[in-house]
C-alpha cells in the first residue's frame, strides 16, 4: 500500500528535530531505519503528516566501550551491533540477540534506537535492555533525562518516553559472567514466539546473580525479578530450573494468535527459558 502524503524533514542537529517537534507535536514524528515506521505508515497504522528523518543529526551513532560501562548512540544499527569485536568482547549477549533479528536487509538498516522506542513487544532489543540494566537517555525541550529500560515500557506502543523526546542513546553496566539469547520464531526473519534474554554469574559452583529478560510474551518486555531470585543460591540444579520456569510463567501474561494459542505460548516459554539459562550457565 502507499502511505498518505507527508512532509519530509532531514535536520542536521538535534535543534533542528527538536523544533518541528515542538512546531507540529503528536502530529510529527522521527524516523530512524524506517523499517518499523515505514510498514506502519504504508498499512496506514500510522499516520504521520510531518516525517523528521534522524540520519544527518550528528553525534547519535557511535559505540563506546568503556571500563565500567557501555554506551551505543540511538542511530547504531543492528549491523553495527554485530560487527564491533569490541563490543562483542564485552557484552557478547548484543551480537547474539542482533544476529536473530529480521535478516541481513532489516538489520543494515533497522537501529538499536527504533527497536527499544518502538514499543512493539515484539522487538528483541526491549528485552534484552532489561536484561542488560540498561539505561534510556531521552532529549526534549525541557531538556535530558535519563529512564532505565526496566521502567521504560507502559503498554503496547506506550513507553515513558514523551512524543517530543527523542531518543539520543542507551547506557548500560558492564556485562559479566554467562549470557545467552534464545530466540524462538516460525521461520528465518520472524519476530519471536517467545524470546529470553539471561546474564548469569556463579562461584565456584552456586549462582550469584541473574537477570532474566523475555519478549513477545505480554504487552511489554518482561523482566523477571522472580525467575532470577529462584537461581541465585543455587547450583542451578533441575529444580532451580523448574523454579524459575514456574516463577517466569507468573510474570508473563501471553494472548493468543497467529504464533499460537496462550498454552503452547506458555510452553514455548518454559523451553526457551531452560535453554537460555542452561546454556547461560554453561559459559559463566
Ligand atoms: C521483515 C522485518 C522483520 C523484522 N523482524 C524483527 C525481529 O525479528 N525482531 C526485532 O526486534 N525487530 C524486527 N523488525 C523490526 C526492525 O528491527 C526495525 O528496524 C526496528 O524495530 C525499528 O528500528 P528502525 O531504526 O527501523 O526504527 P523506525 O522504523 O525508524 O522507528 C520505529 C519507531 O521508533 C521511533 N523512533 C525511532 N528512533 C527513535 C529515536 N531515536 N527516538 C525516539 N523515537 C524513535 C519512531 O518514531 C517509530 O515510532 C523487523 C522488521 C522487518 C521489516
Known sequence: MIPAAF???????????????GEHGDDAR????????????KLRMADVPHLIDLQDVSGMSGIDVGSDCIRIGAMVT??????????????PILREAALQIADPQVRYMGTVGGN?????????????????NAVFHLIGADGERDVPAREFYEAAYMTAREDEEVLTG?????????YAYEKQKRKIGDYATAAAAVQITKDGDTCTSVAIAMTNLSDT????????????????????LKAAITAMLGDIDPTEDNRGPIAFKNHVAGVILRRAIERAWSRA
Do not use: F, K, W
Open 7 to 21: 512532509e519530509y524533514y532531514r535536520p542536521q542537529d538535534m535543534d533542528g528535530v527538536l523544533a518541528i517537534l
Open 30 to 41: 522521527v524516523m530512524a531505519g524506517g523499517h518499523s515506521l515505514i510498514p506502519m505508515m
Open 78 to 91: 543492528q549491523a553495527d551491533i554485530i560487527d564491533n569485536e569490541t563490543l562483542t568482547a564485552a557484552a
Open 116 to 132: 527499544v522506542a518502538n514499543g512493539d513487544p515484539g522487538n528483541d532489543m526491549p528485552g534484552l535492555m532489561q536484561c542488560l
Open 170 to 178: 542507551i547506557t548500560m553496566p558492564m556485562p559479566s559472567g554467562g
Open 221 to 240: 518486555p518482561v523482566y523477571s525479578e522472580a525467575a532470577g531470585a529462584a537461581l541465585v543460591g543455587t547450583s542451578v540444579d533441575d529444580a532451580a
